[in-house]
């Protein structure tokens, strides 16, 4: 258990609206990911953290913001929700970046 | 450009059947490799991974894996399977491009088990 929790775990929302996931992380480790999983594609890398306030985007970065002013928390925001962002979201950490990724729970997000 | 392949969207067998699960990826090298199980409603967890060394790699649940260079392939296996099985399966590989480290995961494998 490598101590990830996600919240909301379910959420639904009206397009336009912002939407803002968390990733609470309890052992300090440095790096923190957001994926989004969907059918027919697995898990694919919205944004990337290798530090406080240190961040980057992954390959479908579009429309994704991320923030993170602890170490703890690492935030994925959507600004304007679109229907195509339907999807669930799973955050992960690495414990020196260039190893294993460990995943959390998951938020199941639908945008109507 | 990196891409890991499963290509068996879904497969379906007895209980206490063995098992195999196909995933090849393209890298120019020999990157970290990976096995994830996700059960319905749940996040992923790790059955095995290889980094370098013994290309037959021992996992948790009675899962294995071997890695073939020459065939670019890291299948994963299991004698005999448990009706607890039944999941979705996701191969990954952990390649550097331009000095940055991340994940390329399979698009999964869905396992159904007939009792």
């Known amino acids: 258990d490598a101590g990830i929790t996600q919240s909301p775990r379910h959420k639904v929302t009206e397009t336009g609206t912002p939407v803002t996931l968390r990733c609470h992380q309890t052992e300090n480790h440095r790096y923190m990911y957001w994926y989004r999983q969907d059918p027919g594609h697995g898990l694919r890398l919205i944004h990337y953290?290798?530090?406080?306030?240190?961040?980057d985007k992954g390959e479908v970065s579009d429309g994704y913001s991320v923030s993170r002013s602890k170490t703890e928390d690492f935030l994925l925001t959507l600004e304007s929700a679109t229907s195509s962002q339907t999807s669930v979201y799973f955050c992960?950490?690495?414990?020196?970046?260039?190893?294993?990724?460990?995943f959390g729970p998951g938020t199941r997000l639908l945008v109507l | 450009a990196q891409s890991v392949t499963q290509p068996d969207i879904h497969i379906t067998v007895s209980e206490g059947a063995s098992l195999e699960l196909r995933c090849n990826y393209s890298y120019g090298a020999t990157p970290y490799l990976f096995w994830y199980v996700q059960s319905p409603g749940q996040g992923l967890q790790l059955l095995l991974k290889y980094f370098s060394g013994d290309t037959l790699v021992q996992g948790i649940k009675g899962f294995e894996a071997e890695f073939k260079r020459s065939q670019s392939s890291f299948n994963l296996r299991k004698p005999s399977v448990h009706w607890s099985d039944a999941a979705e399966y996701f191969c990954a590989v952990g390649v550097t491009t331009s000095g940055t480290y991340k994940y390329i995961f399979g698009t999964g494998t869905r396992l159904k088990v007939l009792a």
């Open positions: 992960a950490i690495s414990i020196r970046g260039q190893e294993t990724q460990y």
């Open positions: 953290s290798y530090g406080v306030k240190d961040t």
